[in-house]
């Protein structure tokens, strides 16, 4: 198993959670970061972030309200989601690629299992 996610669970709206991956030796030095799906809908791209932490891309739905950090000594990658909403609403996969732009097209090779953020109104 290369990613395992961690966090999530249920947050009022315009509260806050974090999730965290924890990758393998495998992603370390990949692009990491998050996808998310709700019900009946397509996966849509969160965030993610360059193997020295240098450079992240956010999705437009969550640009200004998601933070996405990186720790290499732990290999683990963090999401901060603030200003929550019902809209948020999803499960949220973490994932590893080469490149930024697998993310940008939601084709990124390795997936993790997923967590759910519930986000109540």
């Known amino acids: 198993v290369d990613l395992v996610e961690s966090g999530g669970g249920l947050v009022q709206a315009g509260g806050s959670l974090n999730v965290s991956c924890a990758g393998s030796?495998?992603?370390?030095?990949?692009?990491m970061g998050w996808f998310r799906q709700a019900p009946g809908k397509e996966r849509e791209f969160v965030a993610t972030?360059?193997?020295?932490?240098?450079?992240?891309y956010f999705g437009d739905s969550v640009k200004g309200r998601f933070t996405i950090s990186r720790d290499n000594a732990k290999n683990t990658v963090h999401l901060q989601l603030k200003s929550l909403k019902p809209e948020d609403t999803a499960l949220y996969y973490c994932?590893?690629?080469?490149?930024?732009?697998?993310?940008?097209?939601?084709?990124?090779?390795?997936w993790g299992q997923g967590t759910q953020v519930t986000v109540s109104s």
């Open positions: 994932a590893a690629a080469p490149d930024p732009v697998s993310f940008l097209y939601v084709r990124a090779p390795i």
């Open positions: 972030i360059s193997s020295n932490g240098a450079r992240t």
């Open positions: 030796g495998r992603t370390i030095s990949m692009y």
